[in-house]
């Protein structure tokens, strides 16, 4: 079946980066559009980007923009995001979901990753 | 920036029906989309498109939608429906995915 497995916590200083990863097992990694979606404390879910597993395009947020790069290494079938210039407001649970073909009608994340906690502090 | 507006909480005895609603501008022309977290876990996508149901999903979880309107109804709560559910729909302007602030419901 279709799995999402994101690497472990990290704690990172103010003006850090950090780099999370996400596996896909379970159906061809290149088939798929994969998204980043974070959660703040007391914040809503708050899309990031996403990345065309198949070509290597991406699309991100506004709001990141200049901060975030989603990467992928079709050979391990893991999709990458890093966020850079961290600050303390980017303290968040960090996922990753892919869009399958559940519709084609708009975007569907029809599984996610565990999640993965970034705390940002000095 | 575009927004959905979801009410922070909704609670109900096991058995009754729930509903959470979603309010945007945008949703007469995007569709909508609502994801089940509970604590602890990842979320899951519990209604596509409106009122589409994906496949391992209960009968007793619906969608509908109308106008500025979109509305997760869950009849016959029970006790494990009990999560945050939240609304997503599609930033016309942006050309991107949004959510709504999130329901917490309790079934007790």
């Known amino acids: 079946q279709v799995q999402l497995v994101q690497s472990g916590a990290e704690v990172k200083k103010p003006g850090a980066s950090v780099k999370v990863s996400c596996k896909a097992t379970?159906?061809?990694?290149?088939?798929?559009?994969i998204h980043w979606v974070r959660q703040a404390p007391g914040q809503r879910l708050e899309w990031m980007g996403w990345?065309?597993?198949?070509?290597?395009?991406?699309k991100y947020s506004q709001k990141f923009q200049g901060r975030v790069t989603i990467t992928r290494d079709t050979s391990a079938s893991t999709a990458y995001m890093e966020l850079s210039s961290l600050r303390s407001e980017d303290t968040a649970v960090y996922y990753c979901?892919?869009?399958?073909?559940?519709?084609?009608?708009?975007?569907?994340?029809?599984?996610w990753g565990q999640g993965t906690l970034v705390t940002v502090s000095s | 920036s575009y927004e959905l507006t979801q009410p922070p909480s909704v609670s109900v005895s096991p058995g009754q029906t729930a509903r959470i609603t979603c309010s945007g501008a945008a949703l007469p022309k995007k569709y909508a989309y609502w994801y089940q977290r509970k604590s602890g876990q990842a979320p899951v996508l519990v209604i596509y498109d409106d009122n589409k149901r994906p496949s391992g999903i209960p009968e007793r979880f619906s969608g509908s939608s109308s106008g500025t309107l979109a509305t997760l109804t869950i009849s016959g709560a029970q006790v494990e429906d009990e999560a945050d559910y939240y609304c997503?729909?599609?930033?016309?302007?942006?050309?991107?995915?949004?959510f709504g602030g999130g329901t917490k419901l309790t079934v007790l």
């Open positions: 997503c729909s599609t930033d016309i302007s942006a050309n991107h995915p949004v």
């Open positions: 990345l065309n597993a198949g070509n290597g395009n991406t």
């Open positions: 379970g159906y061809t990694f290149t088939r798929y559009t």
């Open positions: 979901a892919s869009e399958g073909d559940i519709t084609v009608a708009g975007t569907a994340f029809d599984y």
